[in-house]
């Protein structure tokens, strides 16, 4: 037993350290980028084709993270390895078809579509050559779904979890290599090849799992006719979320060139933020909430529930504070370089400002998701969906006339806030009345807190007002920080308490 936990923590401790290298190098990758080819019309032009690619391979996308794996799995354990290799082959090989077709069809159809975006001719020339390049991406991402699916349900986590880095190094590497003359044929080429070299890492953990390809695509079989069933509440969700990230595109290519690419590195930077913090702890959540539910052990859940939004206002909360007025500051210091010029440093950082508060709506969204995941309930989360994403359309819609790309991030952080409200409300339909009191009465000592915080980060702002960016961010974060943590400690927030307790339990236990 000591040697298997001691492998379990070494495992741990591999599985993160490579998970964070992944996304340091993805924050690396987007600051290049930045730097070769800047915020206008080629970053304009190729995010408008990464929307493509992403929304055509959402079916296959969703279909290999959400099916594939539990029908693996059962197959596996019911029918044996080799049944479990056949379903896994005809899997690849519809999904493969799939995008081969897809592709053809966008091919011939992306003109039609660039019609509609507010890209005068030579940029809609520049767009429709991005997406042409990319859209060959999509057979190659049927692989890396796919790959990553059969390694977690064969419980080989290293593989999947590794496919970053040699995304990001290899796009890092090709666009320096390309340089900014290459335009977006460059941009385009280098992420696609990105794709493949994450291909090349699987091919070395595949063989150890007596992996056999053959081409074998059978739509009618029994697997996939179940399989639909359960994917079409997941696929509807996120064909919500895509549908809401198109119109946001649609509306930025109408406020001039770089809002598209502005809009795209602000997010860049919230999706950073919620990748180092948020996911894992919404992750690590929902493995003790399904182990609960397993056991009908509800009040269990819901002490996880509140023990975790309570650790995620506690966390953000203060990020938010502080990074607000810093906002020019921290765009300046991590893209405003090469090509990226003062006037992308203004537009990325009226998105980011605005896209900040959100970040909250985010986090909880994200666990709440899960929770009702957990209950195997997937219609409530996609009706409030698909009244969160109306509204947030219709707030981008009306507030980018008075507000610019800002416009389009507020309503962004409206839309999330609501989901996540809306998402507590029939939580608290569906189960009754869960405990709440304990965590809204912590919840306003949090907000008590963040008063003193934002008044510290706003004086040493006034006082470093003639110093460079990175020291009046460094003195932001430090001081707000420590202003932050002793009025949580005064007000004995519960929240500082559980995060004690979880590295007391996690680092001193282990030592």
């Not at 053809?104 to 039609?112: E, V, Y």
């Not at 929770?371 to 409030?384: A, E, G, I």
């Not at 702002?461 to 400690?489: D, E, K, M």
Request: proline fraction near 3%; charge should be positive; aromatic fraction near 10%.
């Amino acid at each position: 037993m000591p040697n298997q936990k001691s492998n379990i923590i070494n495992t741990v401790v591999i599985i993160t350290a490579a998970t964070a290298a992944s996304k340091l190098l993805g924050f690396v990758r987007e600051m290049v980028i930045a730097y070769v080819f800047g915020a206008g019309a080629v970053t304009d032009a190729y995010a408008v084709a990464a929307r493509f690619v992403t929304t055509a391979g959402l079916l296959v996308s969703v279909y290999l993270a959400v099916v594939f794996v539990p029908t693996y799995v059962r197959i596996r354990q019911n029918q044996g390895e080799e049944s479990a290799l056949r379903f896994s082959n005809n899997a690849v090989s519809v999904s493969f078809t799939i995008n081969v077709l897809l592709m053809i069809l966008l091919q011939i159809g992306a003109p039609l579509v660039l019609r509609f975006t507010g890209f005068g001719a030579e940029q809609a020339s520049l767009a429709l050559v991005g997406v042409r390049i990319a859209l060959l991406q999509l057979p190659f991402l049927t692989f890396v779904h796919f790959f990553g699916g059969y390694l977690t349900a064969r419980k080989s986590f290293l593989g999947p979890n590794l496919i970053g880095i040699p995304l990001n190094i290899a796009t890092i590497a090709l666009c320096l290599v390309l340089g900014t003359q290459s335009g977006v044929v460059g941009l385009t080429i280098a992420c696609s090849l990105g794709i493949v070299a994450q291909i090349l890492v699987y091919l070395i953990w595949l063989p150890k799992e007596k992996y056999r390809y053959s081409f074998l695509p059978r739509f009618n079989t029994p697997e996939m006719r179940a399989g639909v069933k359960i994917l079409i509440p997941a696929l509807l969700g996120s064909a919500l979320i895509e549908l809401n990230l198109w119109v946001d595109t649609f509306i930025a290519t109408f406020l001039g060139e770089g809002n598209v690419a502005a809009i795209v590195f602000a997010s860049r930077l919230i999706s950073f933020v919620s990748g180092l913090i948020v996911f894992p702890a919404a992750g690590m959540a929902f493995a003790y909430m399904s182990e609960y539910a397993a056991r009908n052990e509800i009040s269990k859940m819901l002490g996880t529930l509140w023990r975790t939004i309570r650790m995620i206002l506690f966390v953000v909360l203060p990020i938010i504070i502080i990074s607000i007025p810093s906002g020019f500051d921290i765009v300046r210091l991590v893209y405003q370089r090469g090509q990226f010029t003062l006037e992308a440093t203004i537009l990325t950082g009226s998105a980011l400002i605005w896209y900040l508060p959100g970040l909250l709506g985010l986090a909880l969204h994200t666990f709440l998701l899960r929770f009702f995941y957990v209950l195997q309930d997937t219609k409530t989360p996609m009706f409030c969906g698909i009244f969160s994403i109306s509204v947030n359309i219709v707030l981008s819609i009306i507030l980018s006339r008075y507000m610019g790309i800002a416009g389009i991030a507020l309503a962004t952080s409206v839309g999330s806030g609501l989901s996540s409200v809306l998402l507590l409300i029939a939580l608290r339909l569906k189960l009754g009345p869960m405990g709440f009191g304990e965590t809204a009465r912590d919840s306003l000592k949090l907000l008590v807190c963040v008063a003193p915080c934002a008044l510290a980060v706003l004086g040493v702002r006034f006082l470093l007002q003639g110093q460079n960016s990175l020291i009046r961010f460094a003195a932001s974060v430090c001081v707000g920080g420590i202003i932050y943590i002793i009025s949580a400690f005064l007000l004995k927030g519960m929240a500082l308490r559980d995060l004690i307790e979880i590295l007391r339990a996690r680092f001193i236990k282990t030592i």
